[in-house]
């Protein structure tokens, strides 16, 4: 209900202040302000201040649009950039894969040395690239 009021007077406020608004001061001295003038009682017209003039829009490419178009361009280039490394991983990964279920005689380099990998070892090495591939490409 609260709400609906708040929009209903922020709705009406404009045409409020397109009104006259009157002052006067009543037998005790005290000071009055109103949209109706005092029966029987003369009251001043207050002028009220004009709406203010609508701003200039800024023009594509200065003040805060630039910046913000700067900012824009800048993080659609990094996105792209994290794609493309996205898409370099995928690929080595699914050659991974290929090599890894192909050829059941894989060996590695470990300190120097080839060692052959254990077929329990290669089985570890295709749940994991399964696992990298299912978690980061599509």
Same mark, same amino acid.
Request: charged share 20%.
């Given at each position: 209900?609260?709400?609906?009021?708040?929009?209903?007077?922020?709705?009406?406020?404009?045409?409020?202040?397109?009104?006259?608004?009157?002052?006067?001061?009543?037998?005790?001295?005290?000071?009055?302000?109103?949209?109706?003038?005092?029966?029987?009682?003369?009251?001043?017209?207050? &002028?009220?201040?004009?709406? @203010?003039?609508? !701003?200039?829009?800024?023009?594509?490419?200065?003040?805060? %649009?630039? #910046?913000?178009?700067?900012?824009?361009?800048?993080?659609?280039?990094?996105?792209?950039?994290?794609?493309?490394?996205?898409?370099?991983?995928?690929?080595?990964?699914?050659?991974?894969?290929? &090599?890894?279920?192909?050829? @059941?005689?894989? !060996?590695?380099?470990?300190?120097?040395?080839?060692?052959? %990998?254990? #077929?329990?070892?290669?089985?570890?090495?295709?749940?994991?690239?399964?696992?990298?591939?299912?978690?980061?490409?599509?």
């Amino acid at each position: 209900m609260r709400t609906l009021l708040v929009i209903l007077l922020i709705g009406l406020s404009p045409w409020c202040m397109a009104g006259q608004i009157y002052k006067w001061v009543d037998a005790q001295g005290v000071t009055h302000f109103d949209a109706q003038p005092p029966q029987g009682q003369s009251a001043t017209t207050l &002028q009220t201040p004009p709406s @203010p003039a609508p !701003r200039p829009t800024a023009m594509p490419g200065s003040g805060a %649009l630039g #910046d913000q178009k700067a900012i824009d361009d800048k993080v659609r280039k990094q996105v792209a950039e994290q794609q493309a490394q996205l898409k370099t991983f995928c690929e080595q990964a699914r050659t991974n894969l290929a &090599q890894l279920q192909n050829n @059941p005689r894989l !060996r590695e380099e470990t300190e120097g040395e080839l060692r052959r %990998l254990s #077929d329990t070892q290669r089985q570890e090495r295709i749940a994991e690239t399964q696992k990298q591939i299912a978690e980061n490409c599509q």
